[in-house]
């Protein structure tokens, strides 16, 4: 394994988000020569997803697209499915979405409409079915043009968490599902296939919850990048659960990084940071900080509750686990404060990143309560980045990333509080 040489992790550059920046340099837990690591499984994670599919394809195995954590995959597995997140993050299919969608809507819905319109997400193509969900009102319109020529099936999304009948209609809507699934693609979904597929989905998200648990530590074997690189748009690969644990051992097992512990702790909340969309990451982390809890659903948010395997009804325990998920398209969204309350303390977090895409209307709205939280109950300071997928605007981003960082370095030199 090599050694790291020298103060930077990541070499972050303004690049197109369709080409993340190379990692040149780091922690030597997750550098390794050998063909086989986890490192370099991950970095040609596209590559085994699409060999994966194309193999079930020739199988009869239906490929089902999702594009929201609220999807529940364990059906899809149980009814044979392959599950594929199609969310896009690459900037080039903008321009050819906007023949057909508002300039001023969230890149996550253009990028992936156009990935639609020109025809180049080869997993969009092979999928023989979209599940769509009402979450935001951007998404939810895009699947009305999506579906003039592609199979979708919507699910209606109640957005009163707290709300019995809203979850009894969310339950409606998953046994609407599954019963799209069974007609569809022929099959019967019984308990049984359920409960073995939450199974499998319960492993890989303790295997991905005992990775991201590494960043509690006082120096972390990796930076948050490469903690995000760990992973996988096809759900339950039986390799990439191998993949999760073997690196898991690795980096358990590596010695402290000295260089980990003089960063910023960021806790970064907010929107996704969907594969190729992660300029902000870099930036963050070739500031001087050190993502240390990514709180969105690239991160904890879709992993911290798991499926209850003996419950009697296993839809309902689906129903359950999904519905918890504390997206800001929920009203009231009390969870992801009480969530974002444990996760600072957990992460020992200095400060809170508030990641919005551009016309994100729930996140940016719910931006305010974030930094009331940050700033006036937990005493951190708060910056909140509202992006697109235009690498136009790194600089300016660097320089107020820096600028917190440095509030927080003097703060710390003269014993005053931080004040953003
Ligand atoms: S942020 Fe909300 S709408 Fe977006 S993927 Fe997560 S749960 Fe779905
Ligand atoms: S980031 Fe916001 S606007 Fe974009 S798809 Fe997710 S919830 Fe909708």
Known sequence: MSKCSGDKQVKAKNCD?????????????????????????FENMIDNCYDYAIDAKSNSRPIVGIMCEYAPRELIMAAGGVPVCLCGGSAKTIPAAEDYLPANL?????????????????????????????????????????AETKAVHLMELPQKQDDSEAFEHWVTEIHKLKAELETRFDVQITPEKIREASRIMNRERNLRRGLAGLMKADAPPLTGRQLLNFKSIISGIPTDLEKYEEAAEILRSHSRNGDMS??????????????????????????????????????????????????ADPIRALAKKYFHIHCAVMTRNTRRIDYLRALTAEYRAECVIDLVWQACV????????????AEQELHVPYLRIETDY????SARIAVRVEALFETLRSSYRTGQPCRK
């Open 17 to 41: 988000p369709c080409s993340p920046p190379s990692v040149d340099c780091c922690s030597s837990a997750v550098t390794t020569e050998q063909n086989d690591s986890p490192t370099l499984w």
């Open 262 to 311: 003089s960063r910023v702790r960021v806790l970064l909340t907010g929107v996704p940071v969907v594969h190729g969309a992660e300029r902000v990451v870099d930036i963050i982390e070739e500031s001087g900080g050190l993502i240390v809890c990514m709180e969105n659903c690239t991160g904890l948010k879709p992993i911290l509750e798991d499926v209850d395997l003996n419950a």
């Open 106 to 146: 969230c890149p996550l819905i253009k990028s992936t409409f156009g990935y639609h319109i020109t025809k180049t997400n080869p997993f969009l193509e092979m999928a023989d079915l979209v599940v769509a969900e009402t979450t935001c009102d951007g998404k939810k319109k895009m699947f009305e043009l999506m």
């Open 362 to 373: 729930t996140y940016d709205i719910e931006s305010y309560q974030v930094r009331r939280l």
């Open 390 to 393: 235009s690498p136009s605007d």
